[in-house]
């Protein structure tokens, strides 16, 4: 069983950074995939950028490549999105996720474990 809470989300103005946190709980977190999602209001949920157990390996989505950064400290067991650059259209709920396969996944559907959400709002 893994448990994931989010943190750091909140109401930023645009052009500034933000950094997200997900702590995970559970015997062997350290070998999962841990993965970043977000949804915004009336869309689908959306894949953001994902980072293998060692993290040898990470993917990010293109709309956020060289903006977003997924890091993992397997010592703390937490995996970070930073945020650079935000804009209004990252206004949405950030899920962070963990999929017990080797693989990273871009799709929803092939992620095990969910945490609750962290509204992010990018608004002057």
């Known amino acids: 069983q893994v448990q994931l809470v989010e943190s750091g989300g909140g109401l930023v103005q645009p052009g500034n950074s933000l950094t997200l946190s997900c702590a995970a709980t559970g015997s062997t977190v350290y070998s999962y995939v841990l993965g970043w999602f977000r949804q915004a209001p009336g869309k689908e949920r959306e894949f953001i950028a994902a980072i293998s157990g060692n993290g040898d390996r990470r993917f990010g989505a293109n709309n956020v490549k060289g903006r977003f950064t997924i890091i993992r400290d397997n010592g703390k067991n937490v995996v970070y999105l930073q945020m650079n650059s935000l804009g209004p259209e990252d206004t949405a709920v950030y899920y962070c996720?963990?999929?017990?396969?080797?693989?990273?996944?871009?799709?929803?559907?092939?992620?095990?474990?969910w945490g609750q959400g962290t509204q992010v709002t990018v608004s002057s």
């Open positions: 996720a963990a999929d017990l396969s080797w693989l990273i996944q871009t799709t929803s559907a092939e992620y095990d474990y």
